[in-house]
Each structure stands twice: as structure tokens, then as C-alpha cells.
């Protein structure tokens, strides 16, 4: 089965800094990898995917992220953070033809 | 959330009762799925439907059944069956394709009293 592991639970940076929040994954042929984020009580928010072609994927509100194949990782990046983008963000990987598979979270505060 | 409504947001339960969460979806999508989610543990997922009157059971799909009778509607029942249902619920969708992303709906706090 495919899956994506987010090793940080969280993640504090300060406004107007860069934001980096780590994914790595682990699957069997081609990765199909995306973004997500959740505010507090709300529904998931899709951020960006990478399917094939340019490592570096742009996506909404200024973020993007690098895949990076030899370190079978997926970060996002935002190049200066925001006290709006304080949230749980989610990685998750295709795994067949229907189902995503979700890490389990990372929570990103931006202080001012 | 646009395109995908879920009702009620909250929901309160009293243990033994069976409970209907409601999705719908206005995106002409092919795909619906049903996640649960709990607190440092991602989403997982409870059911899924490629096409009306077709769904295939998830990951945790034990004390939850589904319906697809529409192409828009995608209810799921959580059963007295269900140890512990007291969770947030996610609804999704997405077109038919690998490369597609889903959409998600704005979620239905169930909590058993």
C-alpha cells in the first residue's frame, strides 16, 4: 500500500518567515502526491499536486513544494509566512484508483 | 468547501441509536467517499462510490453503511454498531481518474452521549 509519513506534529515559525512543512512517502511505481489544508472545524482545502513533469509544483494562497525523488519527499514551502496560514496541513498519496491516503497531520502556528 | 454540502454540522447521539449523516454534491462527480477523522490520526476512510448503486467498503467501514441512489447524494448511517463513533466526519468527492484531486465538504461533528 502506498503512504505518506509527516514527522513533525508541529511546526512555529514567525511571520514574514519561511515556512517548510516536511512529507515523505513511500510507494510502489509512479507517486500521485498532494496538499491539503484544514482550519479549525472546517472541511479540507486542496493546496496543490504533483503528478509528473516539473519537481517544483505552484499551488493556492502562495505556497508550493518540491518533489524530490532520490528523498522520496513531497515538502511544502511558503517563502514568507503568514499568522493566516496557522492550520493543519495534510499530505496524502494516491493509492489506487480512487483512495487517498492521508498522514496524520501537521500543525503549523505563524506568530506575529 | 464549495460544491459539497453536509448536514447537520453537529450531532448528538445517544448510545443504541442509529444516526444519518447527509452529503451532497453539485460538481457532477462520479466519485464520493466518506472519512473519519480523529485527533492526531489523519483521515482514514469508511466507504467509497465510483458510480450510483455501487460502493466498496474502506478502510474502518465495521458499524457504518452507505447508500448511492443519486449521482449527488452519498448519506452514511452510523450504527449502534459502531464502538466509538463520537468523531468529526469528512465527505469528498472527485472526478473518475487517478490524477484528480477531491473535494471535501465542510464536515459533521458527531458526538455519542
Same mark, same amino acid.
Given at each position: 500500500?502506498?503512504?505518506?509519513?509527516?514527522?513533525?506534529?508541529?511546526?512555529?515559525?514567525?511571520?514574514?518567515?519561511?515556512?517548510?512543512? $516536511?512529507?515523505?512517502?513511500?510507494?510502489?511505481?509512479?507517486?500521485?502526491?498532494?496538499?491539503?489544508?484544514?482550519?479549525?472545524?472546517?472541511?479540507?482545502?486542496?493546496?496543490?499536486?504533483?503528478?509528473?513533469?516539473?519537481?517544483?509544483?505552484?499551488?493556492?494562497?502562495?505556497?508550493?513544494?518540491?518533489?524530490?525523488?532520490?528523498?522520496?519527499?513531497?515538502?511544502?514551502?511558503?517563502?514568507?509566512?503568514?499568522?493566516?496560514?496557522?492550520?493543519?496541513?495534510?499530505?496524502?498519496?494516491?493509492?489506487?484508483?480512487?483512495?487517498?491516503?492521508?498522514?496524520?497531520?501537521?500543525?503549523?502556528?505563524?506568530?506575529? | 468547501?464549495?460544491?459539497?454540502?453536509?448536514?447537520?454540522?453537529?450531532?448528538?447521539?445517544?448510545?443504541?441509536?442509529?444516526?444519518?449523516?447527509?452529503?451532497?454534491?453539485?460538481?457532477?462527480?462520479?466519485?464520493?467517499?466518506?472519512?473519519?477523522?480523529?485527533?492526531?490520526?489523519?483521515?482514514?476512510?469508511?466507504?467509497?462510490?465510483?458510480?450510483?448503486?455501487?460502493?466498496?467498503?474502506?478502510?474502518?467501514?465495521?458499524?457504518?453503511?452507505?447508500?448511492?441512489? $443519486?449521482?449527488?447524494?452519498?448519506?452514511?448511517?452510523?450504527?449502534?454498531?459502531?464502538?466509538?463513533?463520537?468523531?468529526?466526519?469528512?465527505?469528498?468527492?472527485?472526478?473518475?481518474?487517478?490524477?484528480?484531486?477531491?473535494?471535501?465538504?465542510?464536515?459533521?461533528?458527531?458526538?455519542?452521549?
Amino acid at each position: 500500500a502506498q503512504s505518506v509519513a509527516q514527522p513533525e506534529d508541529q511546526v512555529n515559525v514567525a511571520e514574514g518567515n519561511p515556512l517548510t512543512v $516536511k512529507c515523505t512517502y513511500s510507494v510502489s511505481g509512479n507517486p500521485y502526491l498532494f496538499w491539503y489544508v484544514q482550519y479549525p472545524n472546517r472541511g479540507l482545502q486542496f493546496l496543490l499536486k504533483y503528478i509528473t513533469g516539473d519537481n517544483l509544483v505552484k499551488g493556492s494562497y502562495g505556497f508550493e513544494a518540491e518533489f524530490n525523488k532520490s528523498q522520496t519527499s513531497f515538502h511544502l514551502k511558503k517563502p514568507s509566512a503568514l499568522v493566516s496560514d496557522s492550520a493543519l496541513y495534510f499530505c496524502a498519496v494516491r493509492d489506487g484508483d480512487y483512495k487517498l491516503s492521508f498522514g496524520a497531520g501537521t500543525t503549523v502556528t505563524v506568530r506575529a | 468547501d464549495g460544491g459539497i454540502t453536509q448536514s447537520p454540522k453537529y450531532l448528538f447521539r445517544k448510545e443504541g441509536q442509529n444516526v444519518t449523516l447527509s452529503c451532497e454534491q453539485n460538481l457532477n462527480h462520479d466519485a464520493m467517499y466518506w472519512y473519519r477523522q480523529d485527533p492526531g490520526q489523519g483521515l482514514r476512510l469508511i466507504y467509497y462510490s465510483q458510480i450510483v448503486n455501487d460502493f466498496q467498503k474502506g478502510d474502518i467501514a465495521e458499524g457504518y453503511s452507505v447508500s448511492r441512489e $443519486k449521482k449527488e447524494s452519498f448519506p452514511l448511517t452510523v450504527t449502534s454498531a459502531q464502538k466509538n463513533p463520537t468523531a468529526f466526519y469528512l465527505c469528498a468527492s472527485s472526478m473518475f481518474g487517478r490524477y484528480y484531486e477531491q473535494f471535501f465538504g465542510p464536515g459533521t461533528r458527531l458526538t455519542v452521549l
